[in-house]
């Protein structure tokens, strides 16, 4: 569709040469090979022959002759109120960089008409109208003086709302001075990353199966990642002693991917730990404000401030596209982050920071997630029934908090072949082999996990929960034949939405 500009149309950059041809000539062929090379596309505005003239420093009257060759051709269309356009013609082929070309039909992977991906909030709940009102109140009331370059760390004010926010729904303990504004969960972990190896950390542990990628970061980040298993409590205390690192990454409140909380002795030796090896627990909160069965689960971060590195963001309690997020580190790391971002990014959007601080503040984002609490409380437990009905009891796990469960495959049915077969009826799904830990060549494959399916419900409405499970059931009556064929998808193996 063609955008109208104001008066006067849209620059066009145009190169004139002295001597080599004539103006008029110069500009036709250059507009020519503009169109045929479909840099000009059809129905496009061009600059009005007054506006060119005056871009060029020549007379309108050989701009006018231009145009009105190139309309003679068929390579313009006047037409009065609406200004001079680029014709359709059957020109050469689109020439575009490679980055910028359209996918063809058969390279394109069907859309899934029903998506349990993992992560996804409830995309048609933003509140928008809130967040619109925040903006504009945002450039209303922000000084002028802050629309520059502000402190590397963030908004003053956005970092007080946060961890005012943190204390009050989450018991930490931090403070505006402990808090660093990030645009989102990775950037804040990539930056806490590389604070961590300046200060002489060499092993990061990571919970197996956990979320993606946080395994191929931290190697990027220069550290020596290794496993360590999560059973019904969280992750193994144990079993990351005898790692030898000195800092974990992990999801408490609701272990991703299979939904279990961190039990309360578990969090007692994880933090003996820490202190044990002078060690760094990094605490990814992406979903605690989800829980259906009680209050939310209190932050590490709380229990032992010195000790943990609180991460979160407003990805799953808004929306992704709202790139804000928060890292609350002790006073020992917190120049060290702001050090990497500064080098890295220097700020996120202050015009958002301090909307999202507006949004906060005002209470418009404690009714959201009240209302949204209720909104998934009633998926799960739509979630919950159609599963039990379609695969009987106790097959789906991880309920009682976020926005995805882990539903239990029968032993030797194959999470490959069943996530593929759901691919072909239009139902996507991850397998929970797709968020094992990425082995290096040089360490042993780990062994195989119970098969599971990892179903996100935050995106879909009770009508799609239950057409999905039910395809799924069907699915899985077709494949319960077929045994396990190889390895299981790896994590990685597919992006996540």
Known sequence: ???????????????????????????QDQLRAAIRERRLAAGERIPSSRRLAELL?????TVVDAFGQLVAEGYLVAAVGSGTRVAAIDGGPLRQPTSAIIPTASSAPRAAEIDFGYGIPDLGSVPLTDWSWAVSEATRTLPKAELGDAIPAGSRHLREVVTAYHRRVRAGCAVAEDAVIVSGFRQGLTFVLATLVRQGVQRIALEDPGPREHDVIARRA???AVPVPVDEDGIDVGHLRRTGARAVLVTPAHQCPTGVALGPSRRRELSAWADDVDGVILEDDYDAEFRYDRQPVGSLQGLNPHRVVALGSVSKTLAPAIRLGWVLAPQRFV???VEEKRLSSREAPGLDQEALALLMET????RHLRRMRENYRARRDVLTAEAERAFGRGRLRGVAAGCHAMLGLPDGVSELA???????????????GSYRFTPLATQPHPPPLPPALVLGFGNLNE?????GIRALAGVLQHEA?????????????????
């Open 1 to 27: 569709m063609a955008v109208d500009w104001a008066s006067g149309g849209p620059d066009l950059l145009v190169m004139l040469q002295n001597g080599v041809a004539p103006i008029g000539e110069q500009i």
């Open 57 to 61: 420093g020549v007379s309108r009257g």
């Open 222 to 224: 220069g550290l020596d």
């Open 335 to 337: 120049s060290g982050i």
């Open 363 to 366: 209470g418009r984002f404690d």
């Open 418 to 432: 069943v996530v593929s077969a759901a691919a072909v009826i239009g139902v996507r799904v991850n397998g929970l």
């Open 463 to 467: 009508h799609q929960i239950i057409r």
């Open 481 to 497: 034949a077929i045994p396990a064929d190889g390895p299981q998808l790896e994590r990685n193996s597919a992006p996540d939405p």
